[in-house]
């Protein structure tokens, strides 16, 4: 596991090239999808590691308010997963930009991150919400995502930890070299 420590002269961020369901922090962000129902890439990952808990946790919610709409979070078990809490968020399929998704997947990082401070959550991993089978392009989506989580903890003190957990190797790259101009 390859590690880039502390961006924006902050200790608090880090980059990591890992699988997300083996990272042990308070909380692993999912890239989830409106039904909450579990899916491929790193949601499927996800349920598929942390067992049926998460999954009864999301058909609940689902009963509750039907699902999840994009840019917005919910909070479940982890299950069997390192992590206390997955934190489940719809980052928005790619459309060409001119249809909100950058707006959208903001709102995934800072309503992760809010769940996360209303939790009593002290250390948060992010995947690259969006950057798989739902097309954002990966330069523009990890400029966005870092971009947001610096507005986010400029006001807040609460939140010690923010991963950001690259799998594959390109998003790994792109998270880096922005990393590097930052520091
Ligand atoms: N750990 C960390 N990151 C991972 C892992 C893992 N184990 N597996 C994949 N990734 P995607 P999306 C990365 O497609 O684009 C699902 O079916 C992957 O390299 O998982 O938001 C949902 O149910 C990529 O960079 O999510 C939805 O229907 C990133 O995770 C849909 O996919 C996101 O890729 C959501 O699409």
Same mark, same amino acid.
């Given at each position: 596991?390859?590690?880039?420590?502390?961006?924006?002269?902050?200790?608090?961020?880090?980059?990591?090239?890992?699988?997300?369901?083996?990272?042990?922090?308070? &909380?692993?962000?999912?890239?989830?999808?409106?039904?909450?129902?579990?899916?491929?890439?790193?949601?499927? &990952?996800?349920?598929?590691?942390?067992?049926?808990?998460?999954?009864?946790?999301?058909?609940?919610?689902?009963?509750?308010?039907?699902?999840?709409?994009?840019?917005?979070?919910?909070?479940?078990?982890?299950?069997?997963?390192?992590?206390?809490?997955?934190?489940?968020?719809?980052?928005?399929?790619?459309?060409?930009?001119?249809?909100?998704?950058?707006?959208?997947?903001?709102?995934?990082?800072?309503?992760?991150?809010?769940?996360?401070?209303?939790?009593?959550?002290?250390?948060?991993?992010?995947?690259?919400?969006?950057?798989?089978?739902?097309?954002?392009?990966?330069?523009? &989506?990890?400029?966005?995502?870092?971009?947001?989580?610096?507005?986010?903890?400029?006001?807040?003190?609460?939140?010690?930890?923010?991963?950001?957990?690259?799998?594959?190797?390109?998003?790994?790259?792109?998270?880096?070299?922005?990393?590097?101009?930052?520091?």
């Amino acid at each position: 596991m390859s590690k880039e420590m502390g961006i924006f002269g902050s200790k608090r961020v880090e980059i990591w090239q890992e699988d997300i369901t083996k990272v042990a922090v308070d &909380a692993i962000v999912n890239a989830a999808n409106k039904s909450l129902l579990g899916g491929g890439g790193v949601d499927g &990952a996800i349920h598929k590691a942390g067992g049926s808990a998460i999954l009864e946790e999301c058909v609940k919610i689902r009963q509750k308010q039907g699902g999840c709409e994009t840019g917005e979070a919910v909070i479940t078990t982890g299950g069997n997963l390192p992590a206390k809490y997955v934190i489940h968020t719809v980052g928005p399929v790619w459309h060409g930009g001119k249809q909100g998704e950058s707006e959208k997947l903001r709102n995934c990082y800072s309503n992760s991150l809010k769940l996360a401070q209303e939790n009593g959550i002290e250390s948060i991993a992010f995947p690259n919400i969006s950057t798989g089978v739902y097309g954002y392009p990966k330069e523009e &989506a990890a400029r966005l995502a870092i971009d947001e989580i610096r507005r986010f903890l400029q006001n807040e003190d609460r939140i010690k930890k923010v991963l950001f957990v690259c799998y594959d190797r390109e998003n790994y790259q792109i998270y880096s070299r922005l990393a590097e101009k930052l520091r």
